[in-house]
């Protein structure tokens, strides 16, 4: 079975995390230049933890998960695919709370065949490349929980792909490379930090 040839579900309610989770992220250091949203557990007959698509922007989806409260959480999420249209990875994103060095976090999931001692690598269209360290596996993947910064994110908004690039563990002299599409993303941003803004 080679890398990437299997789906990799979205374990979304797990990673709808507390706001501050980014922030005690590691920095990035600098080099020179995965299927539907399910809850984790049965949803209520009402429909509370159960994930639904608020909006579209371009790429990306608003996604959310339905609340007792009625303050159902959000973020911005795009299901990665390579050439031949499999899905083997996904990103989503959040806004965080002012006054730290990360305005957003990110969450990314890539398979499990992936050699974490390369971390995660994202460049956008060609600038510098940044690397990320993975914070947890489970079954459905490994996972990276990163810190975005203020010029990180206008780089987002003004690419037009950023690439995540990772290394299989079963061959180590080859990367793997990802693109993530950046259409409607600053709308997008804008949106998820509209949803999780507090009510008044």
């Keep these: 079975m080679s890398f990437f040839s299997k789906l990799i579900p979205l374990v979304f309610a797990a990673s709808v995390a507390m706001p501050g989770f980014a922030q005690e992220a590691p920095a990035p250091t600098e080099t020179p ?24 922007h371009g790429d990306w989806e608003l996604r959310c998960v339905r609340s007792p409260d009625g303050s159902d959480p959000c973020q911005l999420y795009q299901l990665l695919k390579e050439a031949g249209g499999n899905a083997i990875a996904e990103i989503s994103l959040l806004a965080l709370p002012e006054g730290g060095d990360a305005v957003a976090g990110a969450t990314i999931i890539t398979p499990l065949e992936t050699l974490l001692t390369q971390q995660v690598n994202i460049t956008v269209d060609k600038g510098k490349t940044k690397r990320y360290p993975f914070t947890f596996c489970t079954e459905v993947g490994c996972v990276a929980r990163v810190g975005f910064t203020e010029e990180d994110l206008a780089s987002f908004r003004k690419g037009v792909t950023a690439v995540i690039t ?32 507090p009510k008044e």
């Excluded at 563990?169 to 930090?193: H, I, M, Q």
């Design 33 to 56: 230049a995965p299927a539907d949203a399910t809850a984790a557990g049965e949803a209520a007959d009402d429909g509370i933890g159960k994930p639904y698509v608020l909006e579209n």
């Design 166 to 197: 990772v290394v299989p563990v079963a061959d180590p002299s080859r990367t793997v490379d990802v693109a993530v599409s950046l259409k409607g993303f600053t709308a997008g941003f804008e949106a998820v930090k509209k949803a999780n803004a």
